[in-house]
């Protein structure tokens, strides 16, 4: 009898710790100074963007309840997906780092990044090169790809800040001479902005990235991968 109890209990904690385990709800963030894919106005203010409304939709799919996180910074939200404490990044780049450490979904979109510059400074910019020798500023936690970070890392100087309103600043005031941010959301937030007509955006851009969902690996949602990146395909025309 004893050993009937034993084995009627292990049983039940098994059976618990699978319904523990299993993806009821689905804790997600994002980056706060991605304009106009994942933003915040302020540090209260919850999580907005073309990134949120895509994995509304696609987890509403799926069936699986959305818990968005309160705001933290880019690097730390990479931290809790690798301890478990967060399941998903609604929407990153993908670099060899990240690849080795966590799932990605199939992609969500495609951003083009560039460097924004003051327009009585524009001659001086015409390439990728052209950045050498200047001082440049990009999003903490920011990656422009493998190729791209690869070559900052070897040849330019960037200083990097959580403050896009201060970065924006700083150029227009010229004390730095370019910020590295995505094209589109970088021309729309600057249009918003006192200095909409001193700053002006780089051509040719410096990179064409896929945006992803990134997944934890211990996350029990990642069962429903499969199921999420079908949603994604039936979803992203409106990204």
Known sequence: MPVLR?????????????????CEKIRVNGEHNWF???YRVNAQAPLQGLAVDLANRVFADVGIDVEYQAMVPWKRQFLQLETGDLDVVIAAFYNQQRGSKFVFSDAVGVEYSTAFIHKEQSAAFSGLESLEGKRGIQMLGSSFGDQFDSYA?????????????RAIKLIALKRADYLLYATHGGRLKIADTEYADVLVDMQPSIS?????MVMSKSSPCLEHLDEINRAIRRNRDNF
């Open 6 to 22: 034993l084995f009627t209990f292990i049983v039940s904690c098994l059976w618990l710790a699978s319904a523990q385990a299993a």
């Open 153 to 165: 890392k070897q040849n330019l100087t960037i200083s990097t800040m959580d403050d896009l309103d």
């Open 36 to 38: 106009d894919v994942s």
């Open 208 to 212: 064409e990235q896929n945006i992803y």
